[in-house]
């Protein structure tokens, strides 16, 4: 029902776990997709194996989404590839994950970096064709823990606050030019970087979720599907959270 068929998509940290459902959700919808990737040259080029053999037009470009001249390049690239920008998906994210006393500085700024400067590099270069087409999809994703916070997470729950303050200021500032710009918080969705959680914490996780189980990428990807199609053209500014009903 959903098509993308002709719209230029570009999602950061593709290669793997929810990014990953991304591409291949919008790819499946119709639309071409660039994916970045900050190292894993064998896992970009199984993703876009994986899309050929499935008929759709994906290409990776390697770039930490922290650096902004990394982002210029596979922004360009994009252009260049894809012939525009219609849809950006800000995907990529980290976790350093310790307790205030025992955070070093660097595991703030590299969260902070990955998280949130990457999403400032992105939207700063994605707005500048869109505005000039007038019409954009931007959809960024937070977290639940930066809407409720989690000991143990006070950098990566900045920077996924971070990001929600931003999504609200940018979505203001780009309505008029017919730029739509939301967040996605997900709950705890299976994937490598949950896959740290013992048993007993996934039990204890299970217990505060009303769905009773965890997400999968898919459930987000197709939250993203929506918030890139012109299904939520009224739609901006907003913080979907799709989470099981974890946090109402
Ligand atoms: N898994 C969850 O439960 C969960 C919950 C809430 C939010 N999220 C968010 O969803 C997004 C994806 O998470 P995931 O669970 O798939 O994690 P993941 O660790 O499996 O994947 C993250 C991806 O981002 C890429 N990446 C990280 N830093 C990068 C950088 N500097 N430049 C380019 N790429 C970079 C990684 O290479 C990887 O492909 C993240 O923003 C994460 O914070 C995940």
Redesign the pocket.
């Known amino acids: 029902m959903i098509d993308l068929k002709d719209k230029r998509a570009l999602v ?10 991304i591409v291949l959700r919008l790819a499946e919808a119709g639309a071409k997709v660039v994916f ?5 040259e064998s ?1 970009a080029k199984a993703l876009e194996d994986e899309a050929a053999a499935r008929g759709y037009t994906v290409y990776g470009f390697k ?5 902004f001249s ?1 982002a210029e390049a596979s922004v360009n690239f994009t252009i260049e590839k894809l012939g525009g920008l219609d849809i950006l998906v ?6 350093r994950d310790n307790l205030l006393m025992r955070m070093s500085e660097e595991d703030f700024d590299s969260v902070l ?3 949130m400067k ?1 999403v400032f590099n992105y939207t700063k270069l994605a707005i500048r064709p869109m505005m000039s087409q007038r019409y954009g999809k931007i959809v960024n ?5 930066g809407l409720m916070g989690n000991a143990g997470q006070a950098n ?1 729950a900045a920077s ?1 606050a971070g990001m929600i303050g931003f999504t609200k200021s940018i979505a203001k500032e780009v309505a008029s030019r017919n730029i739509n710009v939301n967040a996605i ?10 896959d740290k959680l013992n048993d007993k914490q996934k039990e204890a996780l299970l217990n505060i979720i009303p769905l009773k189980r ?2 999968n ?1 898919d459930d ?1 990807a197709n939250a993203v599907l929506y918030l890139s199609s012109p299904l939520s053209d009224y739609v901006t500014g907003q913080v979907l959270t799709v989470d099981g009903g974890m946090v109402m």
Do not use: C, H, Q
């Open positions: 950061t940290g593709g290669t793997r776990g929810i990014g990953k459902g970045t990737y900050a190292s894993s896992l770039a930490d989404a922290g650096k990394d800000n995907n990529a994210g980290i976790t970096n990955a998280n990457s994703i937070t977290s639940v823990v990566y996924k918080a997900p709950g705890f969705i299976t994937t490598d970087m949950t965890m997400g990428s987000i």
